[in-house]
């Protein structure tokens, strides 16, 4: 590989706009990395849970609250409509007060939001829940933004991109249990009453490991270890607080023509995985009455291949660093996944629908951390919490167009119309991702700070 590993200790010297050099940062990895990772992954997993828990089981929900199918879209959808206006005051609260304020705002809103859910419990109480959904909603905000800032911040650079893939993993998981769990806890039963105690089963699960990991987040999660990991870091960190402007470095994202297509890119893919998510139960069950736990478990197939490709995705960059070569690849393969997607829905085989589906969430999930450290590298040294911010706002604003658009396209012209959309916009996405340069800023530091 291009990069070396670190030698633990070897002196570091920073090569920052004024040439400084410190060599008092020594770069060494700290032990605690992995059980800080993991917990991350493990609350992020529990907020994604609660994300789509009602969508899996859309048909039931309407029944149980007496509400129409848009109003629990809307369950979904607040998730990314809240993300939009908070996401500058959390990335600034991220740069100003570091990891760990932000770790535990997330995993404390994380299991209020669990708790509230708790007193919806009657059809009446539709308002209860989506307070509820809110306040997961807000958690969210202090959860998306952190994957590639806890792997710079506590990984080599020889493993930064690994680390970002299983932070981002940790919410495809929760995503993955949404599908899979809500339609085998609650069975589409008639009698309300027993309805009202599946559903408790669940809210009360999903408080009680909400709240387990709000004690873990207090008791290990650590600002950030005691060397740096990284030159790169090592450089970051012996920057003077006073040079760094928030809102100077969103400007100067804003001109980064390179970043600025990513950010696009990155929306149109991640928008239409959303807006997919959010309608899978609806397709399935358009095509395939009654089957509610297969909806499930293709939500399931989707989710579990795409971790297995973002896994791969972050251990390939490592490797190779082919940032903008593999984005192009798996853009055009997400592309072709939703095509083939498309046009096998309606056959009636469900096996086939498992396939494609699979086939699709390889690819589109195992494009999400390598747009976030594409960008990352795009924007060194510009803070990861910001070009990630970015990128994630513009996958919410995709997210809700699609989902709205798609929602109305299928209940006028059907399914396959819905999935058509989804396809013109992934073509576009790909034509505009071969526009991209590589311009690999933190790959360039590194280099230069071994040398030197």
Excluded at 208 to 220: E, K, M, T
Excluded at 251 to 267: D, E, I, P
Excluded at 367 to 380: N, Q
Aim: contains cysteine; aromatic residues 12%; hydrophobic residues 50%.
């Amino acid at each position: 590989g291009m990069v070396l590993q670190e030698p633990a200790g070897a002196p570091s010297l920073s090569t920052e706009a004024g040439g400084v050099g410190d060599a008092a940062a020594e770069v060494q990895l700290s032990r605690l990395r992995w059980a800080v990772l993991l917990l991350f992954s493990s609350y992020s997993l529990c907020n994604a849970f609660q994300w789509i828990q009602y969508g899996s089981i859309n048909n039931v929900f309407m029944r149980f609250y007496d509400v129409s199918a848009f109003a629990i879209d809307w369950l979904s959808m607040s998730y990314m409509l809240i993300y939009i206006p908070l996401l500058f005051p959390v990335a600034w609260l991220l740069d100003k007060r570091g990891l760990r304020l932000i770790a535990l705002a997330g995993s404390a809103l994380n299991a209020v939001g669990a708790w509230v859910k708790l007193g919806s419990l009657k059809p009446h109480l539709f308002p209860v829940t989506v307070l509820g959904q809110v306040i997961c909603g807000l958690a969210q905000v202090f959860i998306l933004g952190m994957p590639s800032r806890i792997a710079s911040v506590w990984f080599g650079s020889h493993e930064v991109s690994t680390a970002c893939s299983i932070a981002v993993f940790g919410n495809q998981l929760g995503i993955a249990a949404g599908f899979l769990v809500p339609p085998v806890l609650i069975p589409n039963v008639e009698d309300v009453e027993k309805l009202a105690y599946h559903i408790s089963i669940m809210f009360f699960m999903t408080a009680g490991v909400a709240s387990a990991l709000f004690i873990l987040v207090i008791i290990v999660f650590k600002e950030k270890p005691p060397s740096p990991p990284s030159r790169a870091q090592a450089s970051i960190q012996s920057r003077p607080t006073a040079e760094y402007s928030y809102v100077q470095s969103i400007l100067r994202l804003l001109r980064n023509a390179n970043f600025l297509l990513l950010m696009v890119t990155y929306g149109l893919n991640v928008g239409c995985f959303y807006a997919l998510s959010t309608l899978l139960n609806r397709m399935v069950i358009h095509h395939y009455p009654g089957e509610e736990v297969n909806a499930g478990r293709i939500g399931l197939t989707i989710v579990l291949s795409g971790m297995v490709g973002a896994l791969i995705s972050g251990i390939w960059l490592d490797k190779t660093k082919t940032y903008k070569q593999t984005t192009l690849v798996v853009y055009i393969m997400s592309l072709v996944g939703m095509i083939v997607y498309t046009f096998t829905l309606s056959l009636g085989h469900l096996w086939v629908v498992f396939v494609t589906a699979g086939l699709l969430g390889f690819f589109m999930t195992g494009y999400l951390p390598l747009g976030f450290e594409f960008a990352a590298e795009l924007t060194y040294p510009e803070s990861e919490g910001t070009s990630s911010g970015l990128l994630n706002v513009s996958a919410q604003i995709f997210g809700i167009a699609f989902t709205i658009g798609q929602g109305q396209i299928m209940d006028r012209f059907g399914t396959k119309a819905g999935n058509l959309l989804l396809c013109s916009v992934l073509f576009l996405g790909t034509v505009m991702t071969a526009f991209i340069k590589a311009d690999l800023r933190r790959q360039q530091a590194n280099l230069e700070n071994e040398q030197t």
